[in-house]
């Protein structure tokens, strides 16, 4: 994840650059090591390096790093033409590299020749069956055809090898939540809470599809993921509060006519519920009334 003063170095460096200030290897290095896919200003500025002897010869055995870097911008951006060129040079300079082979592969899978570009990515991985990015490819190429049932497969696969990506966790649970698969998510959450406990959205996505998988136990956790995020975020999640409100009135529902002890306090509903409302007059008064309404219907207001 780019951290908020690493985006703004890079977004110095691409106006200096943008406006002739120069520093376009120190923009691309920092592209490539924070790993963003800015495809359009890489071809440029990597264009202008390459295209130039000089300012070529003086990156020494950098030069072929920016080659592959300018052949998988060409890519992103249709250029195959030029990534091919790239890949030609790097042939030459690398006959046999695995590297190499790897973005013979992408131009492959860029030009939608997809079972030659999955011989070749299987190819690839008999001789390195630990290649992150082969894997990835292969991901990302069954979601191009619009194979997701593919795609969650070699997600799976994916994470039997590495089960500390944390990316590849989120996208398996974003994938299984727009198939409507809430148990196969929550699985791919609590992973990424147990990984990385602190961060709030990990948290609200949880709570979030326990309470859609509905049921007392479900709704009890999942006002306990949402008090989390609150607590994560200093008490400013605004969908974090209405939640809690959510559950509290689902709970109360599975549980009217119990006994007291079953039932929940009426504490944290009504503190979520003026933090709402407070929050609601501060940043957005004109839809007060609608949550006014909302939070009625719940009997919390």
């Known amino acids: 994840m780019v951290s908020k003063t690493e ?13 002739g200030g120069g520093g376009a290897w120190e ?5 490539r090591k924070l790993k963003l896919r800015r495809s359009d200003k890489v071809l440029k500025h990597g264009c202008s390096i390459l295209n130039d002897s000089k300012k070529r010869s003086a990156l020494g055995s950098e030069e072929w790093t920016l080659y592959e870097q300018v052949a998988i911008a060409a890519m992103d951006c249709q250029r195959l033409d030029l990534a091919k060129d790239c890949i030609k040079v790097l042939q030459k300079k690398f ?17 939608e020749l997809w079972a030659e570009a999955e011989k070749a990515y299987s190819s690839l991985l008999e001789e390195n069956q630990f290649d992150q990015v082969i894997h990835k490819r292969r ?24 089960m500390a990506d944390h990316d590849a966790w989120r996208e398996l649970g974003e994938i299984y939540i727009s198939l409507q698969m809430y148990k196969q998510a929550s699985y791919c959450y609590e992973e ?16 979030d599809v326990l309470y859609t998988l509905g049921g007392l ?16 975020t200093g008490g400013k999640n605004m969908r ?3 939640g809690i409100c959510l559950c509290v009135s689902g709970i109360g529902q599975l ?25 609601y007059k501060q940043q957005s008064p004109t839809k007060l009334p609608l949550l006014t309404s909302a939070l009625k219907s719940l009997k919390l207001s």
Do not use: C
Not at 27 to 31: G, N
Not at 140 to 153: D, R, V
Not at 217 to 232: F, P, R, V, W
């Open 27 to 31: 923009y691309l290095s920092l592209v």
């Open 7 to 19: 985006e703004e170095e890079v977004n110095r460096l691409e106006s200096q650059v943008d406006n």
């Open 255 to 279: 549980t009217k006519g119990r006994n007291k002890e079953d039932k929940e306090s009426p504490e944290l509903q009504t503190l979520s519920a003026l933090v709402l409302e407070k929050g």
């Open 95 to 111: 006959p046999g590299s695995k590297r190499v082979g790897r973005l013979e592969a992408m131009l492959l899978e860029a030009k």
């Open 139 to 162: 991901v990302a190429m069954a979601k191009a055809q619009g194979n997701i049932s593919g795609a969650i497969e070699w997600l799976n696969k994916y994470l039997e090898i590495f």
């Open 192 to 207: 990424l809470i147990l990984a990385q406990p602190t961060i709030p959205l990990y948290h609200l996505t949880y709570a």
């Open 240 to 242: 974090a509060l209405f």
């Open 217 to 232: 136990e479900n709704l009890h956790a999942a006002k306990k993921y949402y008090a989390a995020t609150i607590d994560l």
